[in-house]
């Protein structure tokens, strides 16, 4: 079972940047396909990127792609989403998730979830 914290939230105004990070612990991260997530009020939990076990296997939501990086250290068993030129609608809970298998955008494949660092982008 690996464990994960995220870290970095905050509250930032528009146009502006922000980094999160998802430490793990339990297990190293260079055996997962590694998520972010995020949910906004009265919304459904929504795919914001992923990185496959080889870093060069990125995917990215529509809605933010262009603009936010995923990125992971196994060395330091930590994964990282870079967000650039932050949108007021960019502002949700963000989650990070783990799986075993070659997961992608879909809820359903991931099996390990932090506990969410709030993100509020101001305009």
């Known amino acids: 079972q690996v464990q994960l914290v995220e870290s970095g939230g905050g509250l930032v105004q528009a146009g502006g940047s922000l980094s999160l990070s998802c430490a793990a612990s339990?297990?190293?991260?260079?055996?997962?396909?590694m998520g972010w997530f995020r949910q906004a009020p009265g919304k459904e939990r929504e795919f914001v990127a992923a990185i496959r076990r080889s870093a060069d296997n990125t995917f990215y939501a529509d809605s933010v792609k262009g603009r936010f990086t995923i990125s992971r250290d196994n060395a330091k068993n930590t994964v990282y989403l870079r967000m650039d030129s932050l949108k007021p609608e960019d502002t949700a809970v963000y989650y990070c998730?783990?799986?075993?298998?070659?997961?992608?955008?879909?809820?359903?494949?991931?099996?390990?979830w932090g506990q969410g660092t709030q993100v509020t982008v101001s305009s």
């Open positions: 998730a783990a799986d075993r298998e070659l997961a992608s955008s879909f809820l359903y494949e991931y099996d390990y």
């Open positions: 339990g297990r190293t991260i260079s055996i997962y396909t």
